[in-house]
């Protein structure tokens, strides 16, 4: 009865996903700045005590730069220990700073509070899945906070997501966002040097197509905690111009104005990533941290 009751369940999260309008939790701009700890707790401990805001983001508003993703803020940052990305508190007071300002930013998506975090259900796992299969999207199109310090540019996540938030998605694909397309802030922490980490990163990342940034993030010397990620997001990195595409096709079925030609088949690549997660068996629990 147990194994059918957590059947059912991981059913349910599955069946009340909806890949255009992703549900993700967020923490509200308040709760941050009223924050007098070195950080806040997990995303578990966040939401058992009320502390989290649950939305959904729909896709296609979000791709035309409108609809709640232009009151979110992403967060990109590296994990400094398992279980403790922020051990000493400096990406706190940088996102309170950036809060303070930037006051139309209402919602805060920082990974260690917003994905079900340690030893998770496996109904959050499913959770966490599904998440990870919409997330490149809302870096493709939300403003992004880049805590920037001497170690991450040598890992998985945070290149992918930085890549993504120094891009701009178009009717062709994705280019390199123009001065004032910019959705990216770049803040330097611990001991990186902003005369010389801020633009080494940008020579790294902001005019790559997607088979370059592919490139880059399949190098050995480019790590991440599980390797699974890799072999999960690296197929979706390679077709984000495809992807992107066959987004404003849907649209321009939608709304002609907006300009596009595309191969409707493309749509089945859109959907990989969905895919994978939904297949996923509901007993697979991660071996490690993930540090998004």
Known sequence: MEAKAKQAAVEAVVATWDAQQPCFYFVHRDTILSCQTTSLPCMQQLRDSEQLVEERIDIESAFRGGGLIVKVLFVSHRWEAPGAPDGQGAQLKEVQRHLEENPGVELVWFDFWCMPQGERTIVEEKMFRLMLSAIADLYLTAKVLILLDNSYSSRFWTLFEAWSSMMTATADGVRTAEPSERRFTIRCIHNANPKYAIPQLLDLLSSKTPQEIHATLAKPDVVVTNARDKDTMLPVVGNTNEHVKTIFAKMHQQS????????????????????????TPIDAVLDEEDDL
């Open 256 to 279: 002609p104005e907006l300009g596009c030609t595309v191969d409707p088949n493309l749509a089945a690549l859109a959907a990989e990533a969905l895919r994978i997660a939904v297949a």
